[in-house]
Structure formats: structure tokens, C-alpha cells
């Protein structure tokens, strides 16, 4: 997959290598900040207590 | 394989950092909103403004409770957990609420009320405000402060049940219908840790029920702040 992505990229080492750390800083943050708070609600810890 | 592993351990770093970084704010918000509808109401011909005595003990005053939920209307403190573990409680334990807060558990009683006033927390998650609920023991203080008293409840007990035992929150905990006559608090939270399966109940009963004697920016420096009139 990475390298797939890696031989599209234009550009020297250098610049392949930039785009594909904003790429991956890109995808942490959506997990971080939609993905996971969304998965966390979906867990099993600490369910709403007795709000029965 | 390897992507899903560095997402795995983000996701695990997220539980335990970011959410508590959401709920640490939400927090600071909280306590700002508290004190300044506090310093307000204690300017001067509001109650407790006209206060000038500094003696150790007044009596409650009446009190009535209002929040609605989400929203912030009291400060816990437990003195065994450290003097930074301070929490507000908002009304309510709906997930949205639990996860930037400790709650109230609607339709319970309220701080120093006659019955059972119980407050609901995460274990872990959201910056883990009952970690170390279960090693609590009897005898030790749990502080509630409102807008106009200070409210202290001593603990003396604690019980592991099931989520579905509901009878933890009746005004006589187990009795339900039976006339309350003592003034408990009850607080709740996961275990074991990590789970949903159990939950740790702690009670405690009032020991004492105070004035405050300073309205806005309670902590360091306030009279009477770090001293509830009862001894331990």
C-alpha cells in the first residue's frame, strides 16, 4: 500500500517524503478526532450507569 | 499488519490521553461557569454576601437545586484522592455527560437532602475521575460544594453489583418506597477498570452541612476551605 502510494508521488526523495508525512499526519488526525471519539462511544468501557 | 497495529495503539493512547484532554477542558469551563455564578450571587445583598464573621461553623442554608442537564452545579472533592482531585459534577449520566464529567443521577436526591444523592462517574476514559474509587474506606470524607454550603458525607461502605441493580439508587438504597431518614450520597463507577460488566458503589452519609464562608474562588486561601467543622 505504501509503496503504491510512494511511486504516484511527483517529485525528488525529499518531496515524496513530506507528502507522505502530511499524508499520514492527515489520517491520525481524522482518527483522533472523528474516528476514535466515535469508536469510544461504541465500546463496552464504563457504559452509562444506571441510567436504566 | 502494521498500520493496523500503530492504529491500535493510537486508538489506546486516545483513550487515555485525548479523551481526558476533551474532559480536562470541559472541566476548566465548568469551574469558570460555577465561580462566576458564584461571585455573583455573592455580591453584596445576595446570599452570603453580608458575611463578615469568619467563625468556623454556620448551618446550611435552604438550598435548592435547578441544573439542568449538562449543566455544572456543585464541586466534589475527596480528600484522600489528593488536594488537585477536585471535580464539578453536572446534572445527568448519559454518556455525553459521563464523558466530561461526573454526574448526578437524575431523579436522586440532591447534595444534603434526605434520601440518596447519587453521582456517577468513568473508572477510566475522560481523565479518569473515580480511578481510585474502590480504595476508598470507611471513614474517609467526601466534600460536595454548592453554591451556598458545604456539604461533607463520611463513607461507610462499599459494594460491588450488578449495572442492572437499580435498588443502589433508591432514597433507602435496596428499599424502595420505605421513608428515607438519613442523608446518604452515593457514588458509582465501572469495575473491574475497563469494563462494563460491574459497578463499585460507595456510600457515605452526612456528617455535615455548612455555610460557606466564601463564595467565589473557592480553594487556597479561602477560610475554612480545606477544613470541614467535623473531625475524621
Keep these: 500500500m505504501y509503496g503504491w502510494i510512494w511511486q504516484r508521488l ?9 507528502a507522505m508525512s502530511g499524508l499520514a499526519i492527515v489520517v491520525a488526525a481524522a482518527l483522533w478526532f472523528f474516528v476514535f471519539p ?12 444506571f441510567t436504566g | ?18 479523551s481526558g484532554m476533551r474532559a480536562a477542558s470541559a472541566q476548566r469551563a465548568f469551574a469558570s461557569e460555577l465561580n462566576s455564578e458564584w461571585a455573583h450571587a455573592a455580591l453584596p ?47 445527568g449520566t ?7 464529567s461526573p454526574g448526578h443521577v437524575p431523579g436522586t436526591q ?23 474509587l474502590p480504595s476508598l474506606r470507611p471513614g474517609d470524607l467526601v466534600d460536595i460544594q454548592t453554591e451556598l454550603n458545604d456539604y461533607t458525607y463520611r463513607v461507610i461502605g462499599k459494594h460491588v453489583v450488578s449495572p442492572a441493580d437499580l435498588g443502589v439508587l433508591d432514597p433507602v438504597p435496596g428499599d424502595p418506597g420505605k421513608q428515607p ?4 450520597i452515593t457514588l458509582i463507577t465501572c469495575d473491574p477498570a475497563w469494563t462494563g460488566t460491574h459497578r463499585v458503589i460507595v456510600t457515605g452519609v452526612l456528617v455535615s452541612a455548612e455555610e460557606r464562608l466564601c463564595t467565589a474562588g473557592y480553594g487556597s486561601g479561602c477560610p475554612g476551605a480545606s477544613t470541614p467543622g467535623q473531625p475524621r
Design chain 2, 181 to 184: 431518614t438519613q442523608r446518604l
Design chain 1, 38 to 49: 466515535w469508536a469510544a462511544s461504541h465500546l463496552p468501557i464504563d457504559g452509562s450507569a
Design chain 2, 45 to 91: 445583598g445576595g446570599p452570603g454576601g453580608s458575611k463578615t464573621s469568619l467563625a468556623a461553623s454556620q448551618p446550611a442554608l435552604p438550598e435548592r437545586f435547578d441544573a439542568v442537564t449538562g449543566q455544572p452545579f456543585a464541586f466534589i472533592q475527596i480528600p484522600a484522592f489528593g488536594k488537585s482531585w477536585r471535580f464539578a459534577l453536572i446534572e
Design chain 2, 94 to 100: 448519559a454518556l455525553a455527560q459521563l464523558n466530561v
Design chain 2, 1 to 18: 499488519m502494521l498500520t493496523a497495529g500503530v492504529i491500535t495503539l493510537l486508538f489506546v493512547c486516545y483513550l487515555v490521553w485525548g
Design chain 1, 10 to 18: 511527483p517529485g525528488s526523495i525529499y518531496a515524496r517524503a513530506a
Design chain 2, 110 to 132: 440532591w447534595p444534603g437532602q434526605l434520601g440518596n444523592f447519587a453521582v456517577a462517574g468513568h473508572r477510566v476514559t475522560s481523565g479518569n475521575p473515580f480511578w481510585s
